[in-house]
């Protein structure tokens, strides 16, 4: 048996099982995580000693109670804005170099509760501000099917430790796409639920209103699995909806029937590469083979959605990154006075990125803007989340690409930010409505992962992950960059 090989699930019910160990599981994935993570450099920080003492603990657990933890186990990495007791966590900034914090984020005390495993935290764009992890204050990340491109950000860490084979599940927050972007790049699930649904408790807020947590996995069945443990009622978090949790591996388990799929022409026209535009229209002509139906339906506002965004996220953004001022926690930069305490510690913990987004907020929210840029960005906030609506009264779910383009190379966007921004196009619809979406591999080109993003009414995702299933089991099969160097290893 390889422990690599095996899904989440799949490596849950063995520890459940006793056939095999916690220790056992997380053994074989440090050993894989010495070899691969020079390369990939996924993580922000490891600790495999906490990881080690976690694993024991489960091995040492009735085995009556083991069974019951859906997640026994499982290796699972944490995106490094969420934070977590006795690890750093720093956002990918230098602002909060070496800050612990004091608490555990809800969602990494509920996979823990499940039996999880934490090894780490991911690599990540500056306060998630970015879609290549090239904006990390620390390091880039590299794509593990390709280490001269990017893995897609901001969650780009997160997704390249599951492709790598070094985490089983991770952790990845969205606010414009941040899961969905680097899952497709990387060849992975990647699943933003319903804003609500998973408590944002201990995430570090980039933009309030579009932000939410979600899993990213290898397959559909281990991101149901792992979205099971994470949904649901926080009382912590204001924002979080009291919409009961159905059991999503069970909900997958049987194919959609007849299910109606919106194809959006707005989503593949101009501006996508054809390779991409080809790979997904295949796997929608395979789905309709297998019985769905192709609805042509139309999205008009799409064409506004990034200019809404990058007015919206950014105003919010000014707002929560007021906190970081040198005095509080974080880092402090050396000055005789207050204000100049505060200009030194800003303009020398933030990153580039960080500062333009703030730059950004803090003009389309001030007097004389607000109503021309803020303002009427809310404005087409409510058209798109129109759109969507009149689009759930006639199909189930909206199909689109999740991206218009391939893995780009390292630095090749990075001094071209609006390049960079368009590389969320087709996904920052779904956090302006608020929607569940998912990114499922679709096929490849060229080696390169192209993934398929499915749009779900709010509270959806038991269906949504239904419909993704069918797309997983209609795409080419895929082997892991992992297998494939162990397969070279073999033959040599």
């Known amino acids: 048996m390889e422990i690599l090989d095996l899904g989440a699930r799949a490596l849950a019910e063995a520890v459940q099982s006793g056939a095999l160990s916690a220790t056992a599981v997380l053994e074989a994935y440090w050993a894989h995580i ?7 450099r996924a993580f922000l920080h490891l600790d495999v000693e906490r990881a080690r ?5 489960i091995d040492q657990a009735p085995s009556h109670l083991r069974r019951t933890w859906p997640l026994a186990g499982v290796p699972v990495a944490v995106k490094d804005n969420i934070v977590t007791e006795g690890m750093p966590t720093t956002a990918g900034s230098r602002i909060l170099e070496g800050w612990r914090s004091p608490y555990t984020a809800t969602v990494v005390a509920r996979l823990e509760a499940a039996g999880a495993v934490v090894l780490g935290k991911t690599n990540l764009d500056e306060f998630a501000m970015g879609s290549s992890t090239e904006y990390s204050a620390y390091h880039p990340t590299v794509n593990p099917w390709d280490p001269k491109r990017v893995p897609g950000g901001s969650s780009g860490g997160s997704a390249a430790a599951v492709a790598a084979g070094m985490a089983a599940v991770a952790l990845g927050s969205d606010t414009g ?3 969905r972007q680097p899952a497709a790049y990387c060849g992975v699930v990647g699943l933003k639920p319903t804003y609500g649904r998973v408590s ?4 570090i807020a980039f933009a309030s209103s579009l932000d939410q947590i979600g899993p990213i996995a290898r397959s559909v069945e281990d991101a149901a699995l792992a979205l099971g443990v994470l949904a649901g009622l926080d009382p912590k978090d204001a924002t979080s909806v009291p919409e009961p949790v159905p059991d999503y591996v069970a909900a997958i388990d049987e194919l959609p029937s007849a299910v109606r799929i919106g194809v959006p022409e707005e ?8 390779a991409v535009r080809e790979v997904v229209s295949a796997a929608l002509r395979r789905m309709e083979a297998q019985g769905a139906t192709l609805v042509p339906i139309p999205m008009p506002h799409t064409a506004y959605a990034i200019a809404a965004y990058y007015l919206i996220a950014p105003a919010e953004a000014s707002s929560n990154l007021a906190r970081y001022d040198g005095i509080r926690f974080g880092f402090r930069a050396g000055a005789p006075d207050l204000v100049r305490l505060y200009e030194e510690t800003r303009a020398r913990g933030f990153g580039v990125e ?7 907020g803090t003009h389309v929210l001030s007097a004389g803007y607000y109503d021309a840029y803020y303002l009427q960005a809310q404005r087409v906030r409510t058209l798109i989340r129109g759109d969507f609506e009149r689009a759930f009264q006639v199909v189930d779910v909206v199909a689109t690409p999740t991206t218009p383009d391939l893995p780009f190379p390292l630095g090749s966007r990075s001094e071209d ?3 960079m921004y368009l590389s969320d196009v087709f996904t920052v619809t779904a956090n302006l409505a608020g929607l569940p979406a998912v990114s499922v591999p679709a096929g490849f080109v060229d080696g390169l992962p192209v993934g398929l993003q499915l749009i779900g009414p709010a509270f959806s995702e038991a269906e949504l992950l239904r419909t993704a299933r069918l797309v997983e089991r209609v795409a080419p099969r895929m082997r892991w960059p992992w297998q494939q160097g162990r397969e070279g290893a073999e033959a040599r």
Not at 34 to 40: D, I, L, N, R, S
Not at 53 to 57: I, K, M, T
Not at 354 to 360: N, Q
Request: charged share 25%.
């Open 417 to 419: 930010p609006l390049r």
């Open 354 to 360: 960080v500062k333009r987004r703030i730059l950004l």
């Open 200 to 203: 944002r408790y201990g995430l």
């Open 177 to 179: 796409g941040s899961i």
């Open 267 to 274: 989503y593949f026209g101009e501006g996508i590469d054809p």
């Open 53 to 57: 003492a976690r694993a024991l603990a």
């Open 34 to 40: 010495q070899a691969t993570e020079p390369q990939v």
